[in-house]
Structures are given as C-alpha cells and as structure tokens.
C-alpha cells in the first residue's frame, strides 16, 4: 500500500502487456486503543507501572511493569489463604509511585469488620511492596501466593492487541525467570518465598503474624542483568527548579506540586550524550522524544531554569538535516492529525520553527552566553530553511505538494523570523535585516488575506487552500496568533493581527462557543464537525488553553484570560491536580466535573508544562538577562487572589515574586545586579 492507503502502481510486464487493474483499497480500522483515563500509571521513564484500580496485575489490557517500551511483567496476582484481598482504595502517592489498599476477613463468626490488612505499595521502578497487617487480637498464620507471569510484549503490540500468550518460567535465584526472543525478565523475592513453582508462576510463602503485627513481602522486576532505574528528575541531577506557589488560592501550590513531579517523571537522557535532558511526550502512549512537543514544553518552564531548554535543544540539534536539498535545516519530526477540516500537519514544520525562539527566549530567562553560543548554528540553519523554503513566497506553505497554508505555521514563522533575527543581531551574524523584512511583508499581507469577515465581526481562518479558499473554522490553533515571543526590555514581539482583530479574537475565544468552562476547546461548539472528545474537534486541550491565557493577559485580555485560567484550574481540581493531555471539551455546569478522555496522556509533557506558564502568566515576568533586567506585567485583576512564586530561576539565580489581591507585583528575591525595569 502507498502513502494514505491508496494501492501502489505495478510495473508494466516485460512484454508491455497492460497488467490487470489494483483491486479497491480496503479502508484499514484503526487500532483502538485500550482506555487509560481509569488506569494508576506511575512513571519514572524508563520505566512505567500501569494499573487499574483494584491492584492486581490480571495481564489484561495495558497492565504490567514496563521498562523501555517493554513489558517486563504482566501479571502480579495476590492471594491470601485462597482468596483475593477485596479491593478498597487506589490512589497515586507521587508520580511515581501508587499505593493500593484491600483487606481480608479471615474468620466467618468474627462480625463484618476485616481483620487483615493488605498494603501494596507499586513504584514505577519495578518494585512492588506487600504488606499484611493483622488487626485481630489473635495470632494468625497466613498463606501468601504470588502468581506472576509476562510476555516481554513491546506497548505497541500490547495496546493493539498483539502482546501474545504468556512465555514460560524458571526459577531463578530467589523468584522466576522468562526468556523470549526479545529479552529476559526476573523478579526476585525478598525474603526468598518458601516455594517457587515455574509451571505455575507461583511463588509462595508462610507468614506469622502476631496481633497487631505487620510482614512485608518486596518483590523487584527487572530486565536479566540490569540494575534499578535511575530516574534523571532525582535531586541535584533535576534540570527543573523546584518552585513553590502560596496565597489565597491553595489549587494553586496543588496544582505546581504536581506538574513538577510530572515533568521530573517525563525526563530521558539522550544517548548519544546523556548530559543533555529532554521531556518525553507523554505516558503511556508517547514515552520517546516528540520534537514539538519536547521545544514547547522546554519554552513553558524557562521560569524553572533554562537547564531543560539547553538539553532539549542539544538533543535535536543532533537530529538536524545536513547535507543539500531543500530541506537542509529541518528538524524532522512525524505527520499530526489536526482535526476533520485539514490534512495533517508537518510536526517538523512546527520543531524547526521552534528551535531558534525557544534559544532566544533561554537566553532572555538567562542562559549562558558561551552555551547560546554553542547552539547559534543549528538555530540558524533553521532560519536559513525558514527563508529557502519561502523564498519568494510570503507564506510558509504545507510541505506536501498541494497542502493548505496554515494561519498557525504562518504565527510560527513569524514569531521564529523576529526572534531569529533578534538573536543574530545579537551575535552580530547576518541575516537579521532580510527576516524582519520578510516578517513586515507576511504582516502585511496576513491581515488581509487570513482574515474572513462574517456579520459578528470577523475571525481569523484557520487556513488557505492553494487556489486561495478561506477554511473559516474557529479552533484553538488561532491561539498562536497571540503567542508572539519575548524580545528586550521586556516587549514582546508583534503579531499578525492589528489591534481590531486582536480584540475581535479575543473577544471569540472568551465566548461560550470556545470557552467550555473547564478550558479552551480546540473546535468551537457551532463548526461543523464538533465533538466534545475530538483531541483536534473540540476537546480541552491544557497547552493550547495557557497560551491563550498567556496570549490574552499580554494582550490586556484579562477578563477572557481570567476565565479560561480559572476553568482550567476548576479541571484541575476534577482530575486530582495531575492535568492530562486534554479531556472533553462538555459545558461545564453546577457541581459538574470534567470528563476524561479516553486515549489522553496523563502525564503528558506539555500539559505539565502548562500548568507552570498558567501560574507564572499570573506575574507577568518578563526577563532580559543579557540587559540585567526583569519586568513585571501582572494581571492586575488577580483571577486567584493573592499568590507568591518562589523558587523560579531568572539569569541563573533564585527569583520570587508576589501579587497581591490589587494586581501588584513585588520582586523578593532576585540575582544580584538584577534591575527591576519599567
């Protein structure tokens, strides 16, 4: 099959006979994949615990112990004297870590209340703690079994269906052994169980509990001669500072707490120099290097430190295209579906755009002049493809022959060229002129040509078709329109909008059509084709949702802002403060909760990363390092009262900043030299 699933063309025959035609493409199903919004997954990338919320590991669905995309256990049973422990609590402890509660009544005349407890406690590690407690007044001996088993299936195939059966056992040392084609995996028991049966997966033990008493069983699943994880998001090796947010709204602190844990969780090393630090996409569909993904949210947290963005940065630099052709410079990334009115989209489009903003955003919050240095090239080969592949042409086209010109790559481009151009000025490299230019000519033509106007006032369209067709739709991708970058002295950069559109687009996004109350819709209500649980046709997604916010209050939007800040935190709230990819995009009413999608990453990079630009808009920090400088543009309506961030990181050095319940901001705490600008 071709690309798209149309049929190949067969060659002709030898003797120029005419061969018979292709039979119709069959329309291929896609995998549905299996629910995660009910799973506990903890995450400490590599490795992954996935659950439901009875604890036991059935080996159905996505459950098991993972290790670098592989299942290294599939099923972990528990059994007390014969029978399972009745399930009465789940919940996430950290990130990384899900305690399970159950318990047992052993004796049929002792009344209704359970007189053992069973505790597992599972880490995203491999190991699994199993503790009883008895909490009758006498003594007990208690049968303990484990049935254990895996099929070394890789996620993909898991989450398709195709893990196959269950590989058989041995006993190893003090637990079981499998061994596949792909791999090896043990567990190992401490203590060492009384009993190890392989044909049955079964490892048991004899355990004397006194009244009151407790006992422990630690079970630790492992790749065949590999050691435990080592998490990158641990203590000093964490490139993400370890801020704190307090005031009158106490969501506030719940809610960072958690993206912080996330974000650590969501950390990998790249191989090629594990130095450098970049965020996985998201768990447990996308636990590898999305490169829109990782620049973006690396962007949303340069007030933890410009650590993350210099690794991230690192990391895809290497991935550059070298070489001739047109597309020298690209930073390759995969297709994206972007809803039911426009072909997919190029993600690499977006990474390449992204490179050279996100390297003179850092440099703005304080990365090192020597290290901004080091990535100037690779940023510029991306600004070198930006102007090679328009060339001529004012707009950035589709890179598929035939593709539409689309509203948000138009905001990329124009945000990378200004940013580009203020970043070669600054190291005194050629170019800058020609892209302003360039910029001030898409400026131009942009208002005019990308503006549909309608009897409520107009709106930005989502697209152009190349015979010069307006797509109208109202979706969250114009929210780029207002995401303009932070240039010096604390301005940010022109938009594509003058002030009437601007004030027209946030006017729409602040309506009900694309306000759900719980966040930003990524399809207004009244297009065509909405559906609530649409991840590009009308559900919130969190990382489009903060750059409207942020988008809005840089504007002086702030009652729209405001809205949509308050709506994603109420969401918040509903999901525990662990805020997924997206979820649906449903009105929100009284004592109403938000409804979980499905297939959503939870944690998801950008989602956590959002959560930091929400609470930091609040503030309004606007850095200029190189100029030893910060400006403060809080939201002077204070939608969460008062509220202080401390621990943030502006030109290398601790930074803390209050808004009072008036909108003013005060520094705290801040890098010495560190002037407060106007």
């Given at each position: 099959?071709?690309?798209?699933?149309?049929p190949e063309r067969a060659p002709a025959g030898a003797r120029g006979q005419v061969p018979p035609p292709a039979p119709p493409a069959i329309p291929?199903?896609?995998?549905?994949?299996?629910?995660?919004?009910?799973?506990?997954?903890?995450?400490?990338?590599?490795?992954?615990?996935?659950?439901?919320?009875?604890?036991?590991?059935?080996?159905?669905?996505?459950?098991?112990?993972?290790?670098?995309?592989?299942?290294?256990?599939?099923?972990?049973?528990?059994?007390?004297?014969?029978?399972?422990?009745?399930?009465?609590?789940?919940?996430?402890?950290?990130?990384?870590?899900?305690?399970?509660?159950?318990?047992?009544?052993?004796?049929?005349?002792?009344?209704?209340?359970?007189?053992?407890?069973?505790?597992?406690?599972?880490?995203?590690?491999?190991?699994?703690?199993?503790?009883?407690?008895?909490?009758?007044?006498?003594?007990?001996?208690?049968?303990?079994?484990?049935?254990?088993?895996?099929?070394?299936?890789?996620?993909?195939?898991?989450?398709?269906?195709?893990?196959?059966?269950?590989?058989?056992?041995?006993?190893?040392?003090?637990?079981?052994?499998?061994?596949?084609?792909?791999?090896?995996?043990?567990?190992?028991?401490?203590?060492?169980?009384?009993?190890?049966?392989?044909?049955?997966?079964?490892?048991?033990?004899?355990?004397?509990?006194?009244?009151?008493?407790?006992?422990?069983?630690?079970?630790?699943?492992?790749?065949?001669?590999?050691?435990?994880?080592?998490?990158?998001?641990?203590?000093?090796?964490?490139?993400?500072?370890?801020?704190?947010?307090?005031?009158?709204?106490?969501?506030?602190?719940?809610?960072?707490?958690?993206?912080?844990?996330?974000?650590?969780?969501?950390?990998?090393?790249?191989?090629?120099?594990?130095?450098?630090?970049?965020?996985?996409?998201?768990?447990?569909?996308?636990?590898?290097?999305?490169?829109?993904?990782?620049?973006?949210?690396?962007?949303?947290?340069?007030?933890?430190?410009?650590?993350?963005?210099?690794?991230?940065?690192?990391?895809?630099?290497?991935?550059?295209?070298?070489?001739?052709?047109?597309?020298?410079?690209?930073?390759?990334?995969?297709?994206?579906?972007?809803?039911?009115?426009?072909?997919?989209?190029?993600?690499?489009?977006?990474?390449?755009?992204?490179?050279?903003?996100?390297?003179?955003?850092?440099?703005?919050?304080?990365?090192?002049?020597?290290?901004?240095?080091?990535?100037?090239?690779?940023?510029?080969?991306?600004?070198?493809?930006?102007?090679?592949?328009?060339?001529?042409?004012?707009?950035?086209?589709?890179?598929?022959?035939?593709?539409?010109?689309?509203?948000?790559?138009?905001?990329?481009?124009?945000?990378?060229?200004?940013?580009?151009?203020?970043?070669?000025?600054?190291?005194?490299?050629?170019?800058?002129?020609?892209?302003?230019?360039?910029?001030?000519?898409?400026?131009?033509?942009?208002?005019?040509?990308?503006?549909?106007?309608?009897?409520?006032?107009?709106?930005?369209?989502?697209?152009?078709?190349?015979?010069?067709?307006?797509?109208?739709?109202?979706?969250?991708?114009?929210?780029?329109?207002?995401?303009?970058?932070?240039?010096?002295?604390?301005?940010?950069?022109?938009?594509?909008?003058?002030?009437?559109?601007?004030?027209?687009?946030?006017?729409?996004?602040?309506?009900?059509?694309?306000?759900?109350?719980?966040?930003?819709?990524?399809?207004?209500?009244?297009?065509?084709?909405?559906?609530?649980?649409?991840?590009r046709s009308g559900a919130v997604r969190v990382h489009e949702t903060a750059v409207a916010v942020a988008g809005l209050a840089a504007a002086g939007?702030?009652?729209?802002?405001?809205?949509?800040?308050?709506?994603?935190?109420?969401?918040?709230?509903?999901?525990?403060?662990?805020?997924?990819?997206?979820?649906?995009?449903?009105?929100?009413?009284?004592?109403?909760?938000?409804?979980?999608?499905?297939?959503?990453?939870?944690?998801?990079?950008?989602?956590?990363?959002?959560?930091?630009?929400?609470?930091?808009?609040?503030?309004?920090?606007?850095?200029?390092?190189?100029?030893?400088?910060?400006?403060?543009?809080?939201?002077?309506?204070?939608?969460?009262?008062?509220?202080?961030?401390?621990?943030?990181?502006?030109?290398?050095?601790?930074?803390?900043?209050?808004?009072?319940?008036?909108?003013?901001?005060?520094?705290?705490?801040?890098?010495?030299?560190?002037?407060?600008?106007?």
């Amino acid at each position: 099959m071709g690309a798209g699933g149309a049929p190949e063309r067969a060659p002709a025959g030898a003797r120029g006979q005419v061969p018979p035609p292709a039979p119709p493409a069959i329309p291929r199903k896609p995998a549905e994949l299996p629910p995660a919004h009910t799973t506990l997954i903890c995450v400490a990338l590599p490795g992954l615990a996935i659950s439901t919320d009875q604890g036991q590991l059935t080996g159905q669905g996505l459950e098991g112990f993972y290790r670098a995309g592989r299942r290294m256990l599939s099923r972990c049973e528990v059994r007390v004297a014969g029978r399972e422990p009745l399930a009465v609590q789940a919940r996430m402890v950290t990130a990384d870590r899900a305690r399970f509660m159950g318990t047992l009544r052993m004796s049929a005349d002792a009344g209704p209340d359970p007189d053992v407890m069973v505790e597992r406690t599972r880490h995203a590690d491999g190991t699994e703690r199993i503790t009883l407690h008895n909490t009758a007044l006498r003594p007990m001996r208690l049968p303990v079994e484990v049935a254990l088993g895996t099929d070394l299936a890789e996620l993909g195939a898991v989450a398709s269906g195709r893990a196959g059966p269950e590989l058989p056992a041995s006993v190893h040392d003090s637990g079981l052994r499998w061994s596949g084609a792909t791999g090896q995996s043990t567990v190992t028991a401490h203590p060492p169980p009384a009993d190890a049966l392989a044909s049955a997966g079964l490892l048991r033990w004899e355990l004397e509990l006194p009244p009151g008493g407790t006992r422990s069983v630690e079970l630790r699943v492992r790749p065949d001669g590999a050691g435990p994880i080592r998490p990158v998001g641990r203590g000093a090796t964490s490139p993400i500072a370890q801020a704190r947010a307090a005031g009158d709204d106490p969501g506030a602190q719940a809610l960072l707490h958690t993206c912080l844990e996330d974000l650590e969780a969501l950390l990998l090393r790249d191989p090629a120099n594990p130095s450098d630090t970049h965020l996985a996409a998201g768990a447990p569909w996308r636990c590898g290097m999305a490169p829109a993904d990782a620049l973006a949210a690396a962007r949303m947290t340069l007030p933890l430190g410009t650590r993350l963005a210099v690794g991230t940065l690192r990391t895809l630099a290497r991935t550059q295209l070298a070489g001739p052709g047109a597309q020298f410079g690209l930073i390759p990334g995969p297709r994206r579906d972007v809803g039911p009115h426009l072909p997919p989209g190029c993600t690499g489009t977006e990474a390449t755009l992204l490179f050279p903003v996100l390297l003179a955003e850092a440099r703005r919050w304080g990365l090192p002049e020597q290290e901004t240095a080091e990535l100037l090239p690779a940023a510029e080969r991306c600004l070198q493809w930006l102007r090679t592949t328009t060339g001529d042409i004012t707009y950035l086209a589709d890179p598929r022959p035939g593709g539409p010109l689309r509203c948000e790559t138009q905001a990329h481009a124009h945000r990378a060229a200004l940013l580009g151009a203020d970043l070669l000025d600054a190291y005194a490299r050629p170019g800058g002129a020609e892209l302003r230019e360039w910029a001030r000519l898409l400026r131009h033509r942009f208002r005019a040509d990308f503006w549909a106007e309608d009897r409520g006032g107009g709106r930005p369209a989502a697209a152009r078709t190349p015979d010069g067709r307006l797509v109208p739709h109202l979706g969250a991708a114009a929210v780029h329109l207002l995401d303009t970058g932070l240039l010096g002295a604390g301005t940010h950069a022109p938009g594509l909008l003058d002030k009437v559109q601007t004030e027209q687009l946030a006017r729409l996004l602040g309506g009900p059509a694309m306000d759900s109350g719980w966040g930003l819709r990524s399809l207004g209500a009244k297009e065509s084709a909405y559906n609530p649980f649409g991840h590009r046709s009308g559900a919130v997604r969190v990382h489009e949702t903060a750059v409207a916010v942020a988008g809005l209050a840089a504007a002086g939007y702030e009652k729209e802002a405001s809205s949509l800040l308050r709506g994603v935190l109420a969401a918040a709230d509903g999901f525990g403060h662990r805020l997924p990819e997206m979820y649906a995009g449903e009105q929100r009413t009284a004592g109403g909760a938000p409804l979980p999608h499905p297939a959503a990453c939870r944690p998801a990079a950008t989602a956590a990363a959002a959560g930091v630009l929400l609470l930091t808009t609040l503030a309004g920090i606007r850095p200029d390092a190189p100029a030893g400088t910060v400006t403060l543009r809080p939201v002077c309506s204070a939608p969460l009262g008062e509220i202080g961030l401390t621990g943030l990181r502006v030109a290398g050095a601790p930074f803390a900043v209050r808004v009072s319940r008036l909108g003013l901001a005060m520094v705290e705490e801040a890098a010495d030299g560190l002037q407060l600008g106007v």
